[in-house]
């Protein structure tokens, strides 16, 4: 039996803060077009991402530019999975997606995003820290 | 008034400020978007909060000339129909 063909992972480290978002944006966009997603959902999974980060930082990290993030994704048989974790507060499960979509108030919009976008989301507090989950499965067509 | 560039977490503050500060002087400001790249949730944010003073002060506060990565962006807020939204300067202009 073959082995089986190595798979794109990408790991990196960030400071949370947000003037290292743009750097992560200009990976996570070309790395879904790659793996062959179009132009509408890589600007999509570029922004669950990004809003992903951005919580951690305001939220997990309170705006301190000094915490550690550690992001990868990891390409699988179905599409896409990326990972975060952080070391800072842990998220405050009351206030995920807690906002009414479509309403006129200006905060909470970035977990309805990642919802929206990806097909599964998880939290958990594990011995390493914070950990988001997010996956996307990649629609194939013959 | 124009804006370029990305606007997110790090650059939506200095964005929220210019809005702020130009829409006391001016009875209506007409936005143009049409040189962003990038919006996020905390860009539409700051646009809510703008629109939203410019209803307390009883002037106007449009938006125009919205690319396809920027309209993705509203309608993945749901936000589209709390602005109003032209496709040109003049529109946004010549709204009443």
């Known amino acids: 039996m073959p082995p089986a063909a190595p798979r794109l992972h990408l790991k990196l480290a960030m400071p949370s803060d947000p003037r290292y978002l743009p750097v992560v944006r200009g990976a996570i966009g070309p790395l879904a ?20 980060l951005a919580n951690l930082i305001r939220h997990a990290y309170h705006s301190r530019v000094d915490g550690r993030i550690e992001l990868e994704c990891r390409e699988n048989a ?11 507060d842990a998220p405050d499960r009351t206030k995920i997606c807690a906002r009414a979509v479509a309403c006129d108030q200006p905060g909470g919009l970035g977990t309805h995003i990642i919802k929206d976008v990806m097909d599964t989301v998880s939290y958990q507090a594990t011995p ?15 | 008034m124009e804006i370029e560039g990305d606007v997110d ?22 936005l143009n978007l049409a040189a962003i790249r990038y919006i996020d949730s905390s860009g ?3 646009l809510i909060e703008v ?3 410019s209803q307390r002060r009883k002037k106007e506060f449009v938006l125009f000339g919205l690319s396809p990565a920027v309209q993705q ?22 709204s009443a």
């Open chain 1, 33 to 52: 077009a790659a793996m062959g997603w179009d132009e509408s959902d890589c600007l999509s999974i570029t922004l669950a991402l990004d809003e992903a």
């Open chain 1, 78 to 88: 179905d599409g896409l999975e990326i990972t975060l974790l952080d070391n800072g």
């Open chain 1, 128 to 142: 390493e820290g914070n950990r988001f989950v997010a996956t996307k499965r990649l629609k194939k067509t013959i």
């Open chain 2, 9 to 30: 977490l790090g650059t939506s503050p200095d964005l929220r400020r210019t809005l702020f500060e130009t829409l006391v002087d001016a009875p209506k400001l007409a």
């Open chain 2, 44 to 46: 539409i944010a700051t």
């Open chain 2, 51 to 53: 629109l939203k003073d």
């Open chain 2, 73 to 94: 962006v509203f309608h993945l807020t749901h936000v589209m129909r709390i602005f109003q939204v032209f496709q040109t300067e003049e529109e946004a202009l010549g």
